[in-house]
């Protein structure tokens, strides 16, 4: 059973940076697709950043290009989300997800197999 758990949600001041992490327990993160999600106040779940089993493959919803950047150590079975240039907009709970072995980087969240319970980002303006 995977387990995901997310972490470094905080408050902070646009323009400024936070990295949040998903540990994954109960099953290794080598060689599976994962991704962070968003849920924004009022709005559906989005999309926000994907990264292949390998790390070489990544793929971003199109408004974070540029400012947030995914990464993953398997070693310590994390996922990372690391943003830059924070906007109020970026204010949601950001969830880690967990997709299947060797496969693509989807944006679809029906692809996606496995999720935490999310962490709140607050962006004050």
């Known amino acids: 059973q995977v387990q995901l758990v997310e972490s470094g949600g905080a408050l902070v001041q646009a323009g400024n940076s936070l990295t949040l992490s998903c540990t994954v327990s109960?099953?290794?993160?080598?060689?599976?697709?994962m991704a962070w999600f968003r849920r924004a106040p009022g709005k559906e779940r989005e999309f926000a950043a994907a990264i292949n089993w390998s790390g070489d493959n990544t793929n971003y919803a199109d408004a974070l290009k540029g400012r947030f950047t995914i990464s993953r150590d398997d070693a310590s079975n994390t996922l990372y989300l690391q943003m830059d240039s924070l906007k109020a907009e970026d204010t949601a709970i950001y969830y880690c997800?967990?997709?299947?072995?060797?496969?693509?980087?989807?944006?679809?969240?029906?692809?996606?197999?496995?999720w935490g319970q999310g962490t709140q980002v607050v962006v004050s303006s």
């Open positions: 109960g099953h290794t993160s080598v060689g599976y697709t």
């Open positions: 997800a967990f997709g299947p072995r060797f496969s693509g980087v989807s944006a679809d969240s029906n692809f996606y197999t496995d």
